[in-house]
Structure formats: structure tokens, C-alpha cells
């Protein structure tokens, strides 16, 4: 799936071409990201509508069969010795068969397309050869009906035109019914195929997001410790140097380490010349506020202020009330 991109080329400017992407915002990684959580979406998507139409595959295919076997049924009893009397269906036993049949020509159109349509998400290019037939059937059938009560149609031309589609009926409606049921279940297959392909990209770019998307509080947490640490050690130094470029946390070239007794009485310590490991890093945003550039201390202290205004502000309005 491509991003439209922006391609300026010097001719009038487009209304839509402010909605397009600047490519060089697509190359930082925050973009990276962004698209790759959009893809998750789409393909979770694509992942849903291949389950749903995979489910109508079997009972079409159901209903193919039943409405062909009214007339199989019809044809096998004619088939008997002069001593058994013929089958007698009712009148709206045919006219139900004729609804059955023109219900399973629209409604196979619609799932084979939609079935080709849903496969592509997946990279199956599955075209189904039955669609050129019910497309025929369909526009026969409709040209018959055109050709039967057509005002002003002259007689000599609506006789052969009915005679003639009512021989094109006979070829075609014998193959139809054969044609659609294998149709059917090879685009339930394809369905099925595709669900299982899509469920896997699913669950690839889900742990592929959720492993890009590491709390940022939990790397703040441990840089800032790691720097307000006295005794910071080379293993510390090398963490804070392999945290992400995109992130605010300069790692020192060099740390001082302070001595054991300047560490216990923390009252009387002074800093030594050169060592800012046990300097708090001002690099947090209230989000309160916005205030931004303060400590991990001052920021608790925002939130904490700001709640505390918040629980005054309720119980005023519950005095009030």
C-alpha cells in the first residue's frame, strides 16, 4: 500500500494536493511508525471482510443446489413406466424455482466479485471465469424482457428475437447452475486462503508495532536515573548512548565518579568540578500546563498541584450544589 507523495511540477497547483504527503516528513521515523500502525489497520480490516464473505461461501452454495434440484427433480420423475403417474407440482412450486434461479444469478455475481475484490488484499489475482457467463445471463434475460413488452416493437422482429433468445435459454441456463456451484466454492477456497495469509501479516505487524511502540516512560525512567546515579558506571554510560537519536538524552562523554562518603551525606556534598552525573535532567513537559524544560520532580510536583486544584474545584461545586 503507497503513500501519495507530493510531485511538484511547476503546472497549475491542485485543490487535493494539499491533502497529499511531503515525502521528507515520510522519512522520519515517527512517520515509520505512524504507517506502519495504518497498515495494521488496513490489513486487520481486509483480515474482517475476507472472514465475512468466507462464511457466505457454503450456504450459497446450498442454495445453488436446491434451486437446481427442483428441476433435476422434475426431469428423473418423468423417467418412469406408464403405470406411475406423473409428478404434479404446484403452480408456485415454478414460480418459486424462477425466483430462486434469478436470486442465485445476482447474488453469485455480487460474492464473486466481492470474493476477487478481498483475495487482492492478499495477493491473490483470482478472476473468476463464471462472471463472463452470469454477465451474459443476466443481460439475456433482461433483453428478453425489453423484447416482450417493448411498446411499439414491430411483431416480425419480436418473434425470432424471442425465439431466438429462448434457444440461447436452453444452452445456457443448462451450464449455469454447474458453472456457479464450482465457482463458488473455489472463490470460498481463495477466501479462506487469503483469511489465513491476512491473519498472519495481522499478527506480524501487530508484534512488529507493539515492539516499536516501547513505552517511552520506562526509557525516561531508567536515563534519568542512570544520570542522576553518582557512582554511574560504564555499563550506564553505554545504555545512554544506544537510546534513540529522536530522544532527548544527551549521554556524557565521561563521568565523574564522586566518592562513596560524598554519597552518604548527600546534605553536605558538593558537586564535584566537571560532574553533572548527579545533575537532574530538564527535559520533561508538565501536561498540565505545557510547561516544558523542568525536571521529573517538578513534573510530579505539577501533577500533583494540579489534582489537588482539580479535587478543591469538585468540592466546591458539590458545596455549591
Request: with cysteine; aromatic share 4%; net charge neutral.
Amino acid at each position: 500500500m503507497a503513500i501519495t507523495t507530493i510531485k511538484p511540477d511547476g503546472q497549475s497547483v491542485n485543490p487535493l494536493a494539499a491533502l497529499n504527503l511531503d515525502p521528507e516528513q515520510l522519512a522520519t521515523p515517527t512517520a515509520q511508525r505512524a504507517r506502519l500502525s495504518g497498515l495494521l489497520d488496513a490489513k486487520r480490516e481486509a483480515h474482517q471482510s475476507a472472514a465475512r464473505l468466507a462464511r457466505w461461501a457454503r450456504p450459497l452454495s446450498i442454495a445453488v443446489v436446491l434451486t437446481s434440484g427442483l428441476h433435476i427433480w422434475e426431469t428423473l420423475a418423468a423417467v418412469a413406466p406408464p403405470s406411475v403417474a406423473a409428478l404434479s407440482l404446484p403452480g408456485w412450486a415454478y414460480h418459486l424455482s424462477a425466483l430462486l434461479l434469478v436470486l442465485m444469478i445476482d447474488c453469485s455475481i455480487v460474492f464473486l466479485a466481492a470474493a476477487t475484490s478481498a483475495a487482492a488484499y492478499a495477493g491473490h489475482n483470482h478472476r473468476s471465469a463464471a462472471l463472463p457467463l452470469l454477465y451474459t445471463a443476466t443481460g439475456l434475460l433482461n433483453l428478453a424482457y425489453l423484447a416482450r413488452y417493448m411498446p411499439g416493437l414491430p411483431d416480425a422482429l419480436q418473434g425470432p428475437v424471442l425465439s431466438l433468445l429462448a434457444i440461447v435459454f436452453v444452452l445456457l441456463l443448462s451450464t449455469l447452475v454447474p458453472v456457479v456451484l464450482v465457482a463458488i466454492e473455489r472463490a470460498g477456497h481463495i477466501l479462506t486462503v487469503s483469511r489465513l495469509a491476512l491473519g498472519v501479516e495481522v499478527a506480524t505487524l501487530r508484534g512488529l508495532v507493539e515492539a516499536d511502540n516501547i513505552p517511552v516512560a520506562a526509557q525516561e525512567s531508567r536515563a534519568e536515573e542512570l544520570l542522576c546515579h553518582a557512582n554511574a558506571t560504564p555499563a550506564a554510560e553505554a545504555y545512554l548512548r544506544e537510546l534513540p537519536a529522536q530522544q532527548s538524552y544527551p549521554a556524557p562523554e565521561s563521568v565523574t565518579r564522586q566518592p562513596v562518603s560524598a554519597i552518604a551525606e548527600p546534605e553536605t556534598a558538593s558537586l564535584v568540578a566537571g560532574n553533572t552525573s548527579n545533575v537532574p535532567v530538564a527535559i520533561y513537559r508538565c501536561r498540565h500546563c505545557g510547561v516544558e524544560g523542568i525536571t521529573k520532580a517538578e513534573q510530579l510536583a505539577h501533577g500533583r498541584r494540579h489534582a489537588t486544584e482539580r479535587r478543591n474545584r469538585h468540592t466546591q461545586e458539590e458545596n455549591t450544589e
